[in-house]
């Protein structure tokens, strides 16, 4: 596993996010969180338009679960603690383009969300419209 | 924890709680005790920041169910067939440390997705309630619906008012005021 702490770009960044996505949708159990915050240094704070720190995690956690995760020896085991975690900095002027191409991402991975139902959509149309009749 | 009704009223709550706190670092200087001397300077973070959960609900326990109630021969004890597709929600949440203050919108539609995502790109770029382009674009809140009524209302008051520069912080504490009431300080 790579340090956990590295910016990844935004190539290997959608590839993750796309993987993690879809693992979790096919499952149909789980959570993906991502966050989005702007990426300021303390020390310049000139910059009018920050650079954006995105970050897509699992919402599982490395630390030990303190209930179960201790041996007679006193050693935490972490046996299912595969936290997933992707983190990536957007510059201002690529925002759009990241961002264009973060929602394709989304839209595609985020499958366990409803579809959207025309006939439904319709009947509910239909009976909006009647209502004000009655 | 409230929820915002539409994804126009999170976004554009969102945009003015992002225009409100523009001092995204406050620096606090520890003295020693005498305070004279300038010991060390800490950085606080207050910046407003932006979360989306995808989330599938959890797995409610069937099984124990079917154990407990011993069916040996019939066989229409099929559980896992008749499971509806589970619903993922997507929830998006603007939360500000500095003022304890949390705006959320709640979704299931996967529609909204796509718009949701770019608008938020918006808010990262900076972007206030007019560059949203939430208040004029009729098609957009089309797949709304429900909230409709509420939207009318918003944009009048808000726009308006945030054109000016000197009005930015005015209109973003009254907007948030009348929108929050009892949010912001439970």
Do not use: W
């Not at chain 1, 000139?46 to 919402?59: K, N, V, Y």
């Amino acid at each position: 596993m790579p340090a956990a702490h590295a910016h990844l770009n935004h190539e290997e960044f959608f590839t993750s996010l796309t993987t993690l996505l879809s693992t979790t949708s096919q499952k149909a159990r789980g959570s993906v969180y991502l966050t989005q915050k702007p990426l300021i240094d303390p020390q310049q704070q000139d910059q009018q338009i920050p650079a954006i720190l995105i970050r897509a995690t699992d919402g599982n956690t490395s630390a030990a679960n303190p209930k179960n995760t201790i041996d007679k020896k006193g050693i935490s085991k972490n046996k299912n603690t595969n936290k997933v975690k992707l983190s990536t900095v957007v510059n201002p002027d690529e925002l759009e383009a990241f961002y264009a191409r973060y929602a394709e991402v989304c839209k595609a991975g985020m499958t366990g969300l409803k579809k959207r139902d025309r006939k439904k959509k319709n009947a509910k149309g239909k009976a909006g419209g009647k209502v004000p009749k009655l | 924890m409230p929820y915002l009704p539409t994804p126009q009223a999170y976004l554009e709550q969102s945009a003015l709680l992002l225009q409100a706190y523009p001092d995204a670092v406050r620096a606090i200087h520890e003295s020693d005790e005498s305070g004279c001397k300038p010991t060390s300077t800490k950085y606080l973070m207050i910046i407003p920041r932006i979360t989306t959960k995808y989330t599938f609900p959890a797995s409610k326990p069937k099984t124990q169910k079917a154990t407990t109630q011993p069916q040996p021969e019939s066989q229409t004890t099929a559980p896992p067939t008749e499971e509806k597709p589970r619903i993922a929600t997507l929830t998006l949440k603007t939360f500000h440390a500095g003022s304890g203050i949390c705006l959320k919108y709640r979704t299931n539609k996967g529609a909204e997705v796509g718009r949701l995502i770019t608008s938020l790109g918006k808010l990262a770029a900076g972007a206030d309630v007019e560059a949203l382009g939430l208040g004029g674009a009729g098609a957009v809140p089309a797949g709304a619906g429900a909230g409709d009524a509420e939207m009318v209302d918003a944009p009048p008051s808000l726009i308006p008012a945030g054109a000016g520069e000197g009005g930015n912080e005015g209109p973003g504490k009254g907007g948030k005021g009348k929108k929050k009431g009892g949010k912001g300080r439970r």
